[in-house]
């Protein structure tokens, strides 16, 4: 896709509600990120933008579209919080799917190392939600 084109679509995908823009073809893609008005480029689409993990950190991704929720809507803490150490399959966040709630689990042990979207956020398939470091041996 020509780089001109990109401005463009970034400054419509700006004044939209839309939070994340996927576009790919044969040998292209494009990923464009939404943030209260502030529009992320990621051209090859592997989530490479701002708030990558550092080596050896893993990411957790959302497992279908919904809304991101970082805490319970019946509470107000957290259910992780950054630093926090946690076991494999621990709840770290919720997605609300209407009235469903899905668990968004730990795939490992480790420690929370940034919440990467924010809480009420909506959030497609594949969007990236944790970041998880390893445990210090």
Do not use: C, Y
């Amino acid at each position: 896709m020509p780089h001109r084109h990109v401005g463009q679509i970034s400054a419509w995908l700006a004044g939209t509600d839309i939070a994340l823009l996927e576009l790919r073809g044969p040998g292209v893609s494009l990923t464009l990120r939404q943030n209260h008005g502030t529009v992320v480029v990621d051209p090859d689409g592997n989530g490479a933008g701002p708030g990558k993990p550092a080596g050896g950190a893993d990411t957790v991704t959302a497992t279908s579209v919904g809304v991101f929720l970082h805490r319970h809507p019946l509470h107000e803490a957290p259910l992780v919080r950054i630093g926090e150490r946690v076991r494999a399959g621990q709840t770290l966040g919720l997605l609300r799917i209407g009235a469903l709630l899905l668990p968004v689990p730990a795939p490992r042990p480790g420690i929370v190392g940034g919440v990467l979207i924010a809480h009420d956020a909506m959030v497609g398939f594949g969007t990236r939600l944790f970041e998880l470091l390893p445990l210090q041996r």
